[in-house]
């Protein structure tokens, strides 16, 4: 990710929040430790995980 990718904040977590942004991956990291660690996942990694959690 660059300094100009838009990362959002997931608005289920809480105060204990994630950010996501998409490029050509999707990059996670925590809202409190930003530059600790990013999670860089290929987009279709990303949308797999998501089509096999349960849906309510």
């Known amino acids: ?3 100009e990718t838009p990362w959002r904040k997931s608005n289920y977590s ?10 050509p991956t999707t990059g996670v990291r925590d809202t409190q430790y930003r530059g600790l660690v990013e999670l860089d996942v290929l987009v279709r990694e ?6 096999a959690l349960p849906k309510n």
């Open 1 to 3: 990710m660059t300094s």
């Open 14 to 23: 809480g105060s204990n929040c994630v950010e996501v942004a998409e490029a």
């Open 46 to 51: 990303w949308n797999a995980l998501f089509s």
